[in-house]
């Protein structure tokens, strides 16, 4: 019987559903560690779980390695630790180094984690990612930008989902952003090569250091351009035709950029553009599942528990292919204005128009404040088997959809 040790900060909901997965699964006795009291577990999960641990800090490799030793005591010798948080895989690694658990060590969990030791890598191979440079002054980034030209991107190299990501278009926008990146001696911000185009995923099974099974998604628009217009009600598009001969050169390049980073066994994520010129570049891969309600809108294009999936890939290493059966795309629900979320309008136009293609509905509470998160305080899934009947009602959701602050 295998012993499984599942990570997170905090038993939020995405959490909960993760522990759900694994605790799911035939044989398995699940382990926990997280920043939450036991307590925090709903009675039914309570159930799932063999062993739970407390920390202060998730993210602090002394304090999970003693909770998994801790657990080891407890329940016997851990199989497997993982987590789906970003900012955990490196800790994660070095644990299972230190105690002999197999899974991804610290070297290539630090390689995907740095952005800046990520496109060095993928470069030194030849595959086409963003020029990018790590700066500690302004004037290093201006030097690198006026070598490269405007616009350029400042960001961390460890970030995740355009969090501390600003675009700069001259060289006073530039110096603003880079005293907001805060960077200093040892602890460096990344500038990037700004690509043009249209920007995807592309989502990876791999086994044993093999790809085993993809899906991509588009983004309307780029993460960036949602994060610097509040107003845009961001949308992700999940194509059903994902092995058309267009994609042959992504999922070429995104296999070769995974066995040069060293991926193993997991679920990976890779954000790429398609330039205007239709060559392609990789922005960045992490080696985890995709948030953005990616995993769930790969759970209704093939009409299975995608998260249960994961959690057998990452128990057992094995993984059932599916059958891709629908199209699929998300509308996440941002506000208009500014202050409190008072209504949605549109809602009931909505329903009348396409209501046989919506699969999931979360809606914006009245009178809480509005995300700061281009995934907005709601969105609405749509289904159907036709990309182009997606795309079309997602365009449409948008335009009748409206979240009303005030």
């Known amino acids: 019987m295998p012993i499984a040790v599942f990570v997170a900060p905090i038993l939020s909901e995405n959490a909960s559903r993760m522990i759900e997965a694994v605790g799911s699964l035939p044989d398995v006795r699940l382990g926990v560690i997280t920043q939450d009291y036991a307590e925090k577990l709903s009675p039914p999960l309570a159930a799932m779980v063999a062993g739970h641990w407390r ?13 998994a030793e801790e657990l080891t005591r407890r329940l016997g010798q851990i199989d497997c630790l993982f987590g789906a948080y970003e900012q955990l895989q490196v800790p994660l690694a070095e644990v299972r180094e230190k105690m002999g658990i197999s899974g991804m060590r ?43 030209g405007f616009p350029v991107v400042v960001k961390p190299p460890a970030g995740a989902g355009a969090i501390s990501t600003f675009r700069a278009d001259d060289e006073a926008s530039l110096r603003e952003a880079v005293a907001k990146a805060a960077p200093q001696a040892g602890r460096a911000a ?22 085993v099974w993809h899906s991509l998604t588009q983004y309307y628009p780029t993460p960036l351009e949602a994060v610097r217009n509040p107003w845009i009600q961001w949308c992700v598009l999940c194509p059903r035709e994902v092995d058309d001969a267009r994609y042959d050169d992504i999922r070429q390049v995104g296999s070769r950029a995974l066995e040069v980073l060293g991926m193993e066994t997991g679920l990976s994520h890779m954000e790429w553009f398609r330039r205007r010129d239709g060559t392609i570049a990789i922005s960045e891969v992490a080696a985890r599942p995709p948030g953005a309600q990616i995993t769930t809108l790969n759970s209704r294009a093939h009409d299975i528990d995608f998260v249960r999936a994961w959690a057998e890939v990452m128990v057992f290493g094995t993984f059932e292919r599916p059958t891709r059966k629908y199209a699929v795309g998300v509308a996440f629900l941002r506000g208009q204005g500014s202050g409190k979320i008072r209504r949605v309008h549109g809602l009931d136009q909505i329903g009348r128009e396409m209501g046989s293609l919506v699969v999931d509905v979360k809606l914006p509470t009245p009178g809480q404040a509005p995300a700061a998160s281009y995934e907005g305080d709601g969105y609405i899934i749509l289904r159907h088997p036709e990309t182009a009947v997606v795309m079309r009602a997602l365009q449409r959701l948008i335009s009748v959809v409206k979240v009303e602050l005030g």
């Open 55 to 67: 920390v202060d800090d998730v993210l602090d490799a002394g304090q999970l390695s003693w909770a």
């Open 106 to 148: 610290a070297a290539v969990a630090r390689r995907f984690r740095d952005k800046a030791e990520m496109k060095d890598a993928l470069r030194a191979a030849g595959l086409p990612c963003a020029k990018h440079s790590l700066v500690e002054t302004a004037d290093d980034a201006v030097a690198f930008a006026r070598k490269i």
């Open 190 to 211: 990344l500038i990037e090569e700004f690509v043009t185009g249209d920007e995807y995923s592309l989502e990876t099974i791999s086994i044993g250091g093999r790809a």
